[in-house]
């Protein structure tokens, strides 16, 4: 009740604050009136002072007052005009004053108190919002003619300010979330920077002096990777951990955005006489490839430490506490977390998916360079993901122990009630008592209790890895049917699944090497589909190329080779059974003009096959049972 009523007067006292400002124009004028609430929030500090040690809750709703009174003051500094007075200078004016009172705050802050008492929390969520804004509206007076220009460079300085008090601000481990402030700081200073990054796309597209926006994009960058570096560096009060991980989610998109962004800035530097398509590779180029590596080390970068620990690791056995501190006291340092390598992996792929829909459109072999440089990052990254999800890991699995097979037990004879008497032969009853076997009594079991027990298992794809596929298979699906609606000779479809069927080939090998139970059919029959059958397809549809041919040949020969030296089903029977049909596919011109002029050859041909069959059908049979039998022992 006492913080309602409290929230309700601070309410009321902010209105008349501002109803005061309002009425007191025609009285006493802009400078009369900015002094009157300025001195109202200074006297209401220095009552909220004087209140703390006693009056805990009331000081805090004074000193709310006095600081949004003193805001208000600021505004109206800035609105304070003449001939003689600039708005510039009355913005730098107002951004001291805003300053002064997030210092005053501060200094506030550091006065001394009864024992166990912690300052008042209206100074530390004051500064954190005010400073910002301060140094904003200071920046305003700077001599920058270009608006986008200068609204960025007063994103960069208010976000930077931000980032600096989020790093120096200390946290109060007495109060109940004693990081609120830092939190706080680090969102103002994305919020701003978002908005900076927005106005410096604009600068770099129509910014003048071109020196100008050059200095802003390293600025920027520098700023956001500020705000990541306080989420590493800065720990929790209580918990110890870093700082909450989705706090980088946005930092790491704007870097992987920024470089995208500024290839209108090289286009600006490159000169003019330089063809406009090599202009347009030259720029995109250095975006592509930064692009590239970040969906790559999103995808093979290690992963949290709780996503299981690999087979034979030092940490795979070290048990870890809740807060994650280790048991020997040494605090666990996460290196890159889920959402940073999803938020790499997210806009990397969007901007390397953007790049090969945008460039292969376009006419001439350096727009094809660019395509396919982003074509080949998102394979790169592809391959990444799917050879460490092969990976095995220790993860927990809950069994039962099976209950033991009941022994039966050894008969012995059942004990007659009396004993028995002796008749004569004459006299001997016609059933005598039957000695009765003793049933057997299984001895009892232990009752199962289930156990945990950490068994070997494949890592599998995490997030980052299934949105770098999900973008390679959206560039495939792309580049296939654009080029079979535009024929491109640098880029035919069989080169474009080729390149596909290269990175499924290197992800199941991995998968063969590192599970021996895997079979060859599940692991290698998409890169041998990819591989050999569009080749052979366009082969069949498509006058005869000879390097197609050959090469689809010595691909083929190296698949059966290798399937017959490691003893690998899939390659084997795959590799010869495209060389048969390419076989074909290429004699079959001199197998038609042969047969018009000698046809009688095949029914010869056929004659003696038939007959050799039946000479040799026993045999001919169980030989082929036994290879049918070798190659499924195959792997």
Request: aromatic share 8%; charged share 10%; net charge positive.
């Amino acid at each position: 009740m006492q913080t309602l009523l409290l929230v309700l007067g601070v309410a009321l006292v902010v209105i008349a604050v501002f109803a005061f400002a309002w009425f007191a124009y025609g009285l006493l004028g802009d400078v009369a009136r900015t002094a009157c609430v300025i001195a109202v929030g200074a006297l209401a500090l220095g009552v909220a002072v004087a209140l703390t040690p006693r009056l805990r809750v009331t000081a805090e709703g004074l000193a709310w007052a006095g600081l949004i009174a003193l805001v208000i003051g600021a505004i109206l500094v800035s609105t304070i005009g003449g001939p003689h007075v600039s708005g510039k200078t009355t913005s730098l004016v107002a951004g001291a004053l805003l300053l002064t009172a997030c210092a005053a705050a501060l200094g506030l802050r550091r006065l001394p108190l009864p024992a166990g008492v912690p300052p008042l929390r209206a100074y530390s969520l004051f500064a954190t919002f005010a400073l910002p804004v301060a140094v904003m509206m200071m920046t305003h007076a700077l001599p920058v003619p270009d608006d986008p220009q200068l609204l960025t460079l007063q994103s960069v300085l208010g976000g930077g300010a931000a980032v600096l008090f989020a790093a120096m601000v200390p946290a109060d481990p007495r109060r109940r979330t004693p990081d609120f402030e830092r939190v706080a700081a680090l969102v103002v200073a994305t919020v701003i920077l978002v908005f900076g990054s927005v106005e410096l796309a604009m600068a770099i597209d129509y910014g003048d002096p071109l020196w100008a926006s050059a200095l802003l994009v390293p600025s920027v960058s520098l700023t956001w990777l500020g705000v990541a570096t306080v989420t590493y560096t800065r720990t929790m009060a209580r918990t110890g951990r870093a700082m909450p991980s989705r706090l980088r989610f946005v930092p790491v998109a704007a870097l992987v955005w920024i470089p995208a962004v500024s290839t209108t800035l090289l286009m600006r530097v490159l000169p003019s006489s330089m063809p406009l398509e090599t202009q347009r590779m030259c720029a995109y180029l250095p975006a592509v490839v930064l692009a590239a590596q970040a969906v790559v080390a999103a995808c093979a970068m290690p992963s949290d430490p709780s996503d299981g620990h690999p087979t034979g690791s030092p940490s795979a056995s070290a048990p870890r506490s809740r807060e994650g501190v280790s048991e020997a006291g040494a605090t666990v340092w996460p290196t890159f977390g889920t959402v940073e390598r999803v938020s790499a992996a997210l806009n990397g792929s969007l901007v390397l998916l953007i790049m090969v829909c945008g460039e292969f459109g376009r006419d001439g072999f350096a727009a094809l360079v660019t395509a396919m440089t982003a074509f080949a990052g998102l394979l790169a990254a592809s391959a990444c993901a799917w050879m460490r999800a092969a990976t095995p890991v220790l993860r927990p699995v809950r069994s039962r122990d099976r209950p033991p097979m009941p022994v039966p037990a050894a008969t012995s004879p059942m004990p007659q009630p009396y004993a028995p008497i002796a008749y004569p032969p004459a006299m001997e009853p016609p059933a005598p008592y039957p000695v009765m076997p003793q049933p057997p009594y299984p001895p009892a079991s232990p009752a199962p209790y289930p156990q945990i027990m950490m068994v070997p298992k494949a890592r599998g794809a995490d997030a980052a890895g299934v949105i770098a596929t999900v973008a390679a298979a959206l560039a495939t699906v792309f580049l296939f049917f654009s080029t079979l609606a535009v024929p491109r000779p640098y880029a035919p479809v069989d080169l474009i699944c080729g390149a596909v069927g290269v990175v499924a080939l290197a992800a199941g090998i991995r998968w063969l090497g590192v599970w021996p139970r895997v079979r060859s059919r599940a692991a290698l029959w998409p890169a041998l589909t990819l591989l050999m059958a569009p080749p052979l397809v366009v082969s069949w549809t498509s006058p005869l190329s000879f390097p197609r041919a050959l090469i689809l040949f010595a691909v083929a020969l190296a698949m059966v080779l290798w399937g017959a030296l490691r003893g690998l089903q899939a390659p084997l029977v795959a590799g010869t059974a495209v060389i048969v049909a390419h076989m074909v596919t290429v004699l079959w011109p001199w197998l038609a003009v042969f047969s018009r002029r000698f046809w009688w050859v095949w029914l010869l041909v056929g004659g003696v096959v038939l007959i050799a069959a039946a000479a040799r059908y026993e045999a001919s049979l169980k030989t082929m049972r036994s290879l049918a039998t070798r190659i499924g022992q195959l792997r």
